[in-house]
């Protein structure tokens, strides 16, 4: 018993003790959703795909946390050479593979559901997981979709939905193939030097941890989650007199050099080379899509695609400089940090404070709003449907205000790890409840991607019931995350500068 008891827990090893917590208290509430679902979703293919949906998200957010840290794992004993590191990884594999595959393919059979559609499906998600954290940064988009087509252009494509007995083959064939671009992506990343991966090309797994494995700081520079300034900032301020402050344009700008990237100016030319090259694609795809396929198939996929990003779109607000803040300011003690705070011509605290909020929202809000409004013009351009664009806006605001909230938080120093199992438990709580209600309002994008294809409607009553509960869950949220952005701007005001620890 013991040795069955160690095995199934070494998988968990890989982690940090709180992401373990966090990642059990999210799968368990997630099972929980998918019971409700079986319970109070009226019978057909609804009940199924309501039930399926919790159980896969489970699967997948034990992968990305756990299961993503043995790639790296992997990597650092390759590189040390350690004697049967190999055997351990594969129990551990082995192991997870069994607690996220074959367990919830029990309990969804024990729900209704076919077994070996349930497996394949959890299998090829599974393997699209890993396949997210060995890809390069500018093919995450891409892949985030795949789940989103599986689902919701079942019909229209002619393939088999995951809830159908028929996906079973289509499953093993996709779980099939990204096996093989795993494994052929897997032998290219141990080969590789540090100087080969680029800002945009750098694997999304490296980014998760903070560090390139065992490499040193390579041509993607900073890690998110470093948390470490930048010395060259110190050439930016340009104080030749103690006594006088520092002008606000120069005092911005010094701030955003030791901030780091995100927060680092980049020049006009990098500016618009991103610009370009952003318009180019989609314009290359657009055109790409309206030639091969015939319609209303286009403006489907274009539905599928920016649907998927509006309800996956929390993550962005992560990626544009929360991480960042929250390891120079949240994590441990930064002595580099306070010394700031002793730094001559810096002006008063308040002129600190007020320029360190200009710069940083200006990148976490700013730019979530600016994506934000870039979603619903090209819902607009590329799919017409007029009557999501309430929805899609409520979701775009909802995360700016998230974004605002997370970085006054960690402006405020509040440690992010050693956090009590109540306070985990309650996040865990709030961030289900939050994914709940994305879903319900992904339910609502439905009827307007399903009148693209000409589908019927759902019946009026439960429309109306859903829209009239996703109205309350959303002005729940916004109450609650303007009690947070309260509660953390005062507690940021209190801070007797902004760059001292507590």
């Known amino acids: 018993m013991n040795a069955l008891w160690r095995w199934l827990a070494l998988p968990w090893y890989s982690s940090e003790r709180g992401l373990r917590r966090f990642t059990l208290i999210i799968q368990a509430l997630l099972i929980m959703g998918a019971l409700l679902a079986r319970w109070l979703v009226t019978p057909g293919d609804g009940r199924f795909l309501a039930t399926l949906m919790p159980v896969a998200a489970a699967s997948a957010f034990t992968w990305m946390f756990i299961g993503q840290r043995w790639l ?13 590191a190999r055997r351990c990884i594969t129990l551990a594999l082995a192991s997870l593979a069994m607690q996220t595959l074959l367990l919830p393919t029990l309990l969804l059979v024990l729900l209704g559901l076919h077994a070996v559609a349930s497996l394949m499906m959890l299998l090829a998600l599974s393997v699209l997981v890993l396949l997210w954290g060995l890809a390069p940064r500018w093919l995450v988009p891409l892949l985030s979709l795949v789940p989103t087509a599986l689902i919701l252009l079942a019909d229209p494509a002619g393939w088999p939905a995951p809830t159908d007995p028929g996906f079973a083959l289509l499953g093993a064939q996709l779980a099939a193939l990204g096996l093989c671009i795993l494994a052929l992506r897997w032998r290219a990343l141990l080969r590789m030097e540090e100087t080969a991966f680029g800002r945009w090309s750098v694997p999304m797994v490296f980014l998760l941890r903070g560090q390139q494995g065992l490499l040193a700081p390579s041509a993607c520079a900073w890690p998110a989650s470093s948390g470490t300034l930048s010395i060259a900032g110190l050439h930016a301020l340009q104080v030749t007199d103690s006594s006088q402050p520092v002008r606000k344009p ?8 030791f901030l780091g ?3 680092a100016p980049p020049g ?4 618009l080379r991103v610009w370009l090259a952003g318009l180019a694609i989609v314009v290359a795809l657009e055109a790409l899509l309206w030639w091969a396929l015939p319609q209303p198939q286009p403006r489907l996929l274009n539905a599928a695609a920016l649907a998927w990003t509006a309800l996956m779109g929390w993550l962005f607000v992560l990626q544009f400089g929360v991480t960042r803040l929250t390891a120079l300011f949240a994590r441990g003690q930064a002595a580099d940090l306070a010394l700031l705070a002793h730094l001559p011509g810096l002006g008063t605290p308040q002129v600190c404070r007020s320029a360190l909020l200009r710069v940083t929202l200006r990148v ?13 013009a090209l819902w607009w351009l590329l799919v017409g449907g007029l ?3 309430p929805i899609l806006a409520v979701m775009m605001l909802f995360y700016a205000l998230a974004a605002t909230t997370l970085t006054l938080a960690a402006l405020c120093g509040r440690p992010i790890q050693g956090l009590k199992p ?3 438990a309650r996040l865990a709580l709030l961030m289900v409840l939050l994914c709940a209600l994305l879903v319900a309002s992904g339910w609502l994008l439905l009827p ?11 019946d009026p009553t439960v429309a109306h019931t859903l829209r009239l509960l996703v109205a309350l869950g959303w002005a729940g949220a916004f109450v609650w995350m303007l009690a947070a952005l309260r509660r953390n701007g005062r507690a940021f005001q209190r801070r007797p500068h902004p760059f001292l620890q507590r």
């Open 422 to 424: 109540v306070v985990i």
């Open 364 to 376: 976490t809000a700013g730019r979530v709003l600016i994506a934000g409004g870039l979603l619903l």
């Open 448 to 458: 307007a991607i399903a009148a693209i294809a000409h589908k019927p409607d759902s």
């Open 72 to 84: 790296l794992v992997t990597r650092d004993t390759h590189a040390l050479r350690l004697p049967r």
């Open 268 to 271: 006009r030319s990098a500016r």
């Open 250 to 257: 120069d005092l911005s700008a010094a701030l955003r050099v």
């Open 261 to 263: 990237p995100p927060f």
């Open 387 to 389: 009557a999501a664009l």
